[in-house]
T-cell receptor, first 111, second 113 residues
Framework: GENVEQHPSTLSVQEGDSAVIKCTYSDSASNYFPWYKQELGKRPQLIIDIRSNVGEKKDQRIAVTLNKTAKHFSLHITETQPEDSAVYFCAATNGNNRLAFGKGNQVVVIP | DGGITQSPKYLFRKEGQNVTLSCEQNLNHDAMYWYRQDPGQGLRLIYYSQIVNDFQKGDIAEGYSVSREKKESFPLTVTSAQKNPTAFYLC????????????FGPGTRLTVT
């Protein structure tokens, strides 16, 4: 089945700097790649997603890039703010109408 | 925060008891999912259902059971056969295909002693 890995596991950035989280996946047939943000004690919420027919997608300070050849996709957060501190999960389709999630990245924005 | 609900928020049980976690959605979604979340382990799929009266095992189904008698409800039973049941359980729903956003409930934190 699909295997999704995230790096680094923890990322600390100064407020205002950029943060980048990278995920790799194993199934070349995967075609949908969402990113979820989970604040402490709360439910995961979708922040951005990308499909395999595009290479990049932006939404204000957040962007996702996809490299199908290398089988990796990355989340980019610019001008980080304290409210960006959370755990971020990437995921990929896994066949059988199910997503495979990475283990998550803890992002800490230092004021 | 409406749309998909889970109850209760916290649940305590003694070892050896079965316990059922509730998940309800009013989004008219066809698909529903149960995940288990442990520290550093991400989200692991327990069971999922694409349509009423049908469900499939996920990656860690042993010790769990589900039913899908109604479109809006997908309860999860944690049986005494689950060796490490203490965890945070998340229910999710989506319109119906793997290319759809999954909407998560607020979760139930189960503690078994």
């Amino acid at each position: 089945g699909e295997n999704v890995e995230q790096h680094p596991s923890t990322l600390s950035v100064q407020e205002g700097d950029s943060a980048v989280i990278k995920c790799t996946y194993s199934d070349s047939a995967s075609n949908y790649f969402p990113w979820y943000k989970q604040e402490l004690g709360k439910r995961p919420q979708l922040i951005i997603d990308i499909r395999s027919n595009v290479g990049e997608k932006k939404d204000q300070r957040i962007a996702v890039t996809l490299n199908k050849t290398a089988k990796h996709f990355s989340l980019h957060i610019t001008e980080t703010q304290p409210e960006d501190s959370a755990v971020y999960f990437c995921a990929a389709t896994n066949g059988n109408n199910r997503l495979a999630f990475g283990k998550g990245n803890q992002v800490v924005v230092i004021p | 925060d409406g749309g998909i609900t889970q109850s209760p928020k916290y649940l305590f049980r003694k070892e050896g008891q079965n316990v059922t976690l509730s998940c309800e959605q009013n989004l008219n979604h066809d698909a529903m999912y149960w995940y288990r979340q442990d520290p550093g382990q991400g989200l692991r799929l327990i069971y999922y259902s694409q349509i009423v009266n049908d469900f499939q095992k996920g990656d860690i189904a042993e010790g769990y059971s589900v039913s899908r008698e109604k479109k809006e409800s997908f309860p999860l039973t944690v049986t005494s056969a689950q060796k490490n049941p203490t965890a945070f359980y998340l229910c999710a729903s989506s319109p119906g295909t793997s290319d759809d956003e999954q909407y998560f409930g607020p979760g139930t934190r189960l503690t078994v002693t």
